[in-house]
């Protein structure tokens, strides 16, 4: 099975760098990716990386360790409307078909607050 | 830049009630999912849909749930007998090909009585 494990919540100020972990144990694997969602809105993606490394989009930044099974989504410069829950997120491949698409599995989320 | 969207945007209905939940996803996409979450909880897979048929389906879809793709731009979630348990935050989401970047819909609050 799959299952990820990330914080439940961080605080952080205006301005300030985070950085949000995740591990994750899984049956095959492709990538990490991270989702942000608004006051229960749609997840919205964000990042993904299927190699090890850091992945720049902006003030956000992914980073993966396949060998560690861990990952962090930095963000950089917060600003208050960065305040949100960011999910982890792998995706579950289907045996023995490989291109029928796969279900994502999230971690639980991480609330984000950026305070003044 | 097209979205999918979702409708209605709440529903509230009676204990034993059916609902239908739809669906417009993004028109060239060709994979589709539904996924719920339960308030303060993580967002959990249902259900996916390739080809016109389920590819895939968690333990949570149970008998009382179907899904269709009704005509080429619709996809539905129908819940046959709503339980308590149901209430819950659904999410459609679909993607162009297999992939990591699914695209979700604003949600449908579903609130059972």
């Known amino acids: 099975g799959q299952s990820l494990e990330q914080p439940s919540e961080v605080t952080a100020v205006e301005g300030a760098i985070v950085q949000i972990n995740c591990t994750y144990q899984t049956s095959g694997f492709y990538g990490l990716s991270w989702y942000q969602q608004h006051d229960g809105g749609a997840p919205t993606f964000l990042s993904y990386n299927a190699l090890d490394g850091l992945e720049e989009t902006g003030r956000f930044s992914s980073f993966l360790s396949r060998s560690d099974s861990y990952g962090y989504l930095l963000l950089q410069e917060l600003q208050m409307k960065d305040s949100a829950s960011y999910f982890c997120a792998v995706r579950a491949p289907i045996f023995p078909v490989y291109n029928q698409g796969g279900k994502l599995i999230f971690g639980q989320g991480t609330e984000l607050s950026v305070k003044p | 830049e097209p979205e999918v969207t979702q409708t209605p945007s709440h529903q509230v209905t009676q204990m034993g009630q059916e609902v239908i939940l739809r669906c417009v996803p993004i028109?060239?996409?060709?994979?589709f999912y539904w996924y719920r979450q339960i308030l303060g909880q993580k967002v959990e897979f249902l259900v996916s849909f390739y080809n016109n048929e389920i590819s895939e389906k968690s333990e949570i879809f149970d008998d009382q749930f179907s899904v269709e793709r009704p005509d080429g731009s619709n996809f539905t979630l129908k819940i046959r007998s709503t339980k308590l348990e149901d209430s819950a935050m659904y999410f459609c989401?679909?993607?162009?090909?297999?992939?990591?970047?699914?695209?979700f819909g604003p949600g449908t609050r579903l609130t059972v009585l």
């Open positions: 989401a679909s993607s162009e090909i297999p992939t990591d970047t699914q695209y």
């Open positions: 028109s060239n996409h060709l994979y």
